[in-house]
Nanobody, 121 residues
Framework: QVQLVESGGGLVQAGGSLRLSCAAFGSIFSINAMGWYRQAPGNQRELVAGITSGGSTNYVDSVKGRFTISRDNAKNTVYLQMNSLKPEDTGVYYC???????????????WGQGTLVTVSS
């Protein structure tokens, strides 16, 4: 069984920084894309940043220049460095791993349990 374990959320003042981490545990051959989504109260879940196994990244426009996604393939871990945080960045951040290849040659999509980020004004 594969699971994602997230850490790093919390309360921070506007202008501050947080770093989220997400590690995949279990029997894994490879992971294609990994990413971070967030869901603010009353809003739909949206993709914040994604990264492929080759290192290509994409970001939602609202975080470009402030957030950086990175990945350690050897550790099956993805990070999200969040700088210059704004109150509108508040929400539950979910880690996602797409096309996780298992030893039984199954492809899975896995979600983390979510970590709360609160940015006060």
């Amino acid at each position: 069984q594969v699971q994602l374990v997230e850490s790093g959320g919390g309360l921070v003042q506007a202008g501050g920084s947080l770093r989220l981490s997400c590690a995949a545990f279990g029997s894994i051959f490879s992971i294609n894309a990994m990413g971070w989504y967030r869901q603010a109260p009353g809003n739909q879940r949206e993709l914040v940043a994604g990264i492929t196994s080759g290192g290509s990244t994409n970001y939602v426009d609202s975080v470009k220049g402030r957030f950086t996604i990175s990945r350690d393939n050897a550790k099956n871990t993805v990070y999200l460095q969040m700088n210059s945080l704004k109150p509108e960045d508040t929400g539950v951040y979910y880690c996602n791993a797409d096309r996780v290849l298992t030893p039984t040659f199954e492809y899975l999509e896995i979600w983390g349990q979510g970590t709360l980020v609160t940015v006060s004004s």
